[in-house]
């Protein structure tokens, strides 16, 4: 399929899903933690928890830091080396390896830096894949066939939206609009995850600024200590569930000092989600400014353009597989 992609698409940004390679690493690493020892379980949750956090980390500075982070992991796994289970550990050691080139094409401090508009795993069609089967054979003609997928997509993309926006919303707990959400037009989802962000905002502080020709680059820091939050949504299978860490509305790691625009932000959620950050309102708020910059929503979020959604969606340059 790689090759595919390069050869008929050649100018696709090939990215790989996040859900498929933590299975993987349930096949591949997993047996390394298997046996009696109480601690073996500990020991695998620690050994999870540092990868996800190593593969979610989406701060752009953090790429320099990747290589230590990943020493450290390696480092849990050569401590479940021994004499009966060499086979098993050569081969976690040959599917990291293979993991660590790939690096860039799963971790989140570089695949954030493109568009995809919060999608971050292939679960959407392959949802669509597996209802596809239900009702497809040898005799379906394309015309129904077609239907069907149009129906399917419009039904589940209802669906993903209403939980997503749930989600969102009952992380905006404001009782009253801000000033900057009464100016933006944008679909209800899109609205929800901006009311999110301006929620979390007000734990954040503008600590720094410095003037860049122009321009100005805002040093941002959180005001209390990051932790960790993974909150599915209500329903659905845990394949289907999208959570805040994946709407960028979890705060992850203690190192929260981010590098911020009026456009931008070095936790990189922007240039994924087409949409204003935390970090962006913080400086907004700081600036006393009430319109949110045309350049940091892209027009796919903006209800003046909800008719060229269906056509615009397919041009996304994105293929995570």
Not at 86 to 101: C, G, P, T, W
Request: some cysteine; charged content about 20%.
């Amino acid at each position: 399929m790689a090759a595919a992609i390069r050869n008929v698409y050649p100018s696709t940004i090939h990215l790989l899903c996040t859900f498929h390679i933590g299975q993987n690493i349930v096949k591949h690493i997993k047996p390394l933690f298997s046996g009696r020892h109480e601690n073996l379980c500990e020991s695998w949750n620690a050994f999870l928890n540092s990868w996800w956090n190593l593969c979610k980390k989406q701060d752009s500075e953090s790429r320099d830091d990747f290589d230590q982070e990943w020493k450290e992991l390696l480092a849990l796994v050569q401590s479940r080396q021994n004499s009966n289970n060499e086979k098993v550990f050569h081969s976690a050691q040959l599917f990291l390896r293979i993991l660590y080139d790939k690096r860039i094409q799963w971790a989140s401090r570089w695949t954030w830096q493109h568009l995809t508009l919060g999608a971050h795993s292939t679960q959407r069609s392959e949802s669509i894949h597996s209802t596809i089967k239900q009702f497809l054979n040898a005799h379906t003609l394309l015309t129904y066939l077609a239907n069907k997928i149009d129906e399917n997509r419009k039904s589940l993309s209802e669906q993903n939206e209403g939980r997503a926006t749930r989600l969102a919303l009952k992380m905006a707990t404001y009782s009253s609009k801000h000033p900057i959400e009464r100016n933006l037009k944008l679909t209800p989802f899109a609205l929800a995850i901006v009311k999110a962000q301006i929620n979390q905002c007000m734990q954040y502080s503008v600590d720094a600024i410095f003037n860049v020709g122009e321009g100005k680059i805002y040093e941002v820091n959180s005001i209390v200590r990051d932790s960790v939050e993974r909150e599915g949504l209500s329903g659905g299978t845990n394949k289907e569930k999208l959570t805040s860490m994946d709407l960028g509305l979890s705060k992850v790691f203690t190192k929260s000092s981010r590098k911020t625009t009026l456009t931008s932000c070095t936790c990189l959620f922007p240039s994924s989600w087409g949409l204003p950050c935390r970090h962006m309102l913080i400086v907004y708020h700081h600036e006393k400014i009430t319109n949110i910059h045309d350049k940091a929503i892209v027009d796919f979020w903006k209800i003046e353009n909800q008719a060229d959604h269906n056509s615009n969606i397919y041009s996304l340059l994105v293929v995570r597989m």
